[in-house]
């Protein structure tokens, strides 16, 4: 009988090992990291945070367009002297892919198109605005 005790505790406590992610069984783990300007990110006043089909993570701030791949930032800018090689203007507004997988990316000085296999821009609707009073 006593022996009968041992096994059936034995089978008791191997089964909540494996039903437990606490005692032995591995979860799903998350990873969490916090980005600013000082470790990355263009700027630390985000406006939009959009993650593409491919794992892309763009992020939308005052200051420009941050794309996170996992390991690095890319920063993409407003160009004053090269009008079609950039964003439309830094500040975003929101962040959208098309079936496509380009990027649409709307800022205070028009809507801004990004294709990643190429890596042009093509500018929309843009505004100029001036910082003068």
């Not at 002297?81 to 079936?99: A, C, L, P, R, T």
């Not at 709307?106 to 001036?130: P, W």
Request: proline share 1%; net charge negative; glycine share 8%.
């Amino acid at each position: 009988m006593k022996h009968l005790l041992k096994v059936c505790l034995a089978v008791f406590f191997i089964c909540i090992t494996k039903q437990s992610p606490v005692l032995g069984q591995e979860t799903n783990a998350y990873y969490f990291q916090q980005f600013d300007n000082r470790n990355g990110l263009s700027n630390s006043a985000v406006n939009r945070v959009f993650q593409d089909k491919d794992q892309l993570l763009c992020i939308g701030t005052w200051d420009g367009l941050n794309m996170y791949d996992g390991t690095e930032f890319r920063i993409f800018n407003h160009n004053t002297e090269n009008h079609g090689n950039g964003i439309g203007n830094n500040v975003i507004q929101d962040i959208k892919e098309d079936k496509n997988a380009n990027i649409w990316i709307s800022t205070v000085g028009g809507i801004t198109r990004f294709e990643k296999d190429t890596g042009k821009f093509y500018q929309y609707f843009t505004i100029s605005i001036s910082n003068e009073a």
